[in-house]
């Protein structure tokens, strides 16, 4: 028969608390951290785009489905995105391929053609040169932007 309470009397050690391991909240705090940071950069994107959507599109509504349908920039690193992802894997490797064809098809700038038309690398420095070329295609982005930045607050200043 069981004492129900010589179990209630039993004390646990301090050690036998639940902790989360120091490694494990750093991988979750890194994890949260590209995540946030990929949610933003999307958002940014999406941001490019919808001032880029043609005027016959008034509402924001119809800017923003305007992007989802069509916005070249959103879907070019999406699909960029999904294909460096999938490539790691030998097995998704034609799942990879078919991202990289749909990026081509929203690729703009000759340096996005050939980011989309690289061949899977054979080497370590091959790897390198592959997961840089995305990093490239977004500098080149983040320039634009401060090129539009520029442009917009100098256009502001002169307004009366």
């Avoid at 990929?38 to 940014?44: D, E, N, T």
Wanted: with cysteine.
């Amino acid at each position: 028969m069981i004492r129900f309470d010589a179990l209630r009397s039993t004390t646990f050690p301090r050690s036998a608390t639940w902790r989360t391991p120091r490694g494990l909240r750093r991988a979750l705090a890194a994890v949260c951290l590209v995540g946030c940071l990929g949610a933003v950069s999307l958002g940014a994107l999406a941001v490019a785009d919808l001032n880029d959507a043609p005027a016959q599109y008034t509402t924001l509504r119809s800017r923003a489905g305007w992007v989802l349908d069509r916005g070249n920039r959103l879907h070019y690193a999406v699909h960029i995105t999904a294909g460096r992802i999938l490539a790691i894997c030998p097995c998704t490797r034609d799942a990879a391929d078919r991202q990289y064809w749909r990026a081509g098809y929203h690729a703009v700038t000759p340096l996005q053609r050939e980011v989309a038309q690289a061949p899977r690398p054979e080497s370590a420095s091959g790897w390198i040169d592959y997961m840089v070329g995305p990093v490239q295609v977004g500098l080149a982005w983040l320039d634009d932007a401060a090129s539009w930045l520029s442009q917009t607050e100098s256009h502001l200043a002169r307004a009366p």
